[in-house]
Nanobody
Framework: QVQLVESGGGLVQAGGSLRLSCAAS????????MGWYLQAPGKQRTLVAS???????NYTNSVKGRFTISRDNAKRTMYLQMNSLKPEDTAVYYC???????????????WGQGTQVTVSS
């Protein structure tokens, strides 16, 4: 059974930093694209950043220059370094990954349970 578990969220003042982690576990053959999404109260879930297996990354405009996505393929873990945080970054952050599991069902999309990030002004 494949799981994605996020950690690292919390409460921080504006201008501060947080580092989120997303660890994949279970009967995994391979992990392709990984990404971080956020969902603010009453709003849809939106992409923050994504990263391919080879390390190519993509960011939404609002976080460019402030957030850095990375991954450690050997540890099956993805990170999001969040600097210069703003109150509008407040949301639940979700990890997403395309995973080929050993269950023979092919590539599937998995989500973590989410971690709360709150930025106070």
């Amino acid at each position: 059974q494949v799981q994605l578990v996020e950690s690292g969220g919390g409460l921080v003042q504006a201008g501060g930093s947080l580092r989120l982690s997303c660890a994949a576990s279970g009967s995994i053959v391979s992990i392709n694209l990984m990404g971080w999404y956020l969902q603010a109260p009453g709003k849809q879930r939106t992409l923050v950043a994504s990263i391919t297996y080879s390390g190519s990354s993509n960011y939404t405009n609002s976080v460019k220059g402030r957030f850095t996505i990375s991954r450690d393929n050997a540890k099956r873990t993805m990170y999001l370094q969040m600097n210069s945080l703003k109150p509008e970054d407040t949301a639940v952050y979700y990890c997403n990954a395309e995973i080929y599991a050993r269950d023979g069902r092919g590539w599937r999309n998995y989500w973590g349970q989410g971690t709360q990030v709150t930025v106070s002004s």
